[in-house]
């Protein structure tokens, strides 16, 4: 069974722009999870989604959002960009959403603002 | 806040020798505990996981225990060999967090496997 897949997998932007970073979850996985990982401040949630849903938001600002299709695929978005956006991506899926479920993390998308 | 402490930062031992590394978390009502290990340029992969029922899970060389009163985990490798060098995390899933997966993780540990 293939693994989350996510893409691209670099990308370099500049102060102001914004980017969309994509996520397929592993097959038969509904629900989707976003961190940020940066050396500073480590693996940070921004948010999770399950059945289309957000469920769960961490502590970012308004210009980090998400959504997920009727495919379980998600997608998170950065409008603004700031150099402090500069980070590894990840996403994770799992089965269910719940507790104690089982998240399998993708590549990661490594973001580079300048 | 959720937090998990994680300790050490950085950890160098001999091959075939033993690493141990700590995780303290804030939430009592924290019910799952997985570590990832992740190298270079890689995502985190799940290497154990333990659930608040259970005190101890072993896998070959690794294995997790659980001290729910002292609010405490640990993973513990045995038998060390270089490609167990990464970096490995810890993290918790709490019940403030509903149900959901968020996870929140430790700072990371980098372990170096000397041949």
């Known amino acids: 069974k293939a693994g989350v897949t996510q893409t691209p997998r670099y990308l370099i932007k500049t102060r102001g722009q914004q980017v969309t970073l994509s996520c397929s979850p592993i097959s038969g996985h509904r629900s989707v999870s976003w961190y940020q990982q940066t050396p500073g401040q480590g693996l940070q949630f921004l948010f999770e989604?399950?059945?289309?849903?957000?469920?769960n938001k961490g502590n970012f600002p308004g210009r980090f959002s998400g959504r997920q299709f009727s495919n379980s695929r998600s997608e998170m978005n950065v409008s603004t960009l700031e150099l402090g956006d500069s980070a590894l991506y990840l996403c994770?899926?799992?089965?269910?959403?719940?507790?104690?479920?089982?998240?399998?993390f993708g590549p990661g998308t490594r973001l580079l603002v300048l | 806040g959720e937090n998990v402490e994680q300790h050490p930062s950085t950890l160098s031992v001999q091959e075939g020798d033993s690493a141990v590394i700590k995780c303290t978390y804030s939430?009592?009502?924290?019910?799952?505990f997985p570590w990832y290990k992740q190298e270079l340029g890689k995502g985190p992969q799940l290497i154990i996981d333990i659930r608040s029922n259970v005190g101890e899970k072993k896998d070959q060389r690794i294995a997790v225990t659980l001290n729910k009163t002292a609010k405490h985990f640990s993973l513990h490798i045995t038998e060390t060999q270089p490609e167990d060098s990464a970096v490995y995390f810890c993290?918790?899933?709490?019940?403030?967090?509903?149900?959901?997966?968020?996870?929140?993780f430790g700072q990371g540990t980098t372990l170096q496997v000397k041949p």
């Open positions: 993290a918790a899933r709490g019940r403030n967090s509903g149900n959901t997966g968020k996870l929140i």
């Open positions: 939430d009592s009502a924290s019910n799952y």
């Open positions: 994770a899926s799992s089965i269910l959403q719940g507790a104690g479920e089982t998240q399998y």
């Open positions: 989604y399950f059945s289309e849903t957000q469920r």
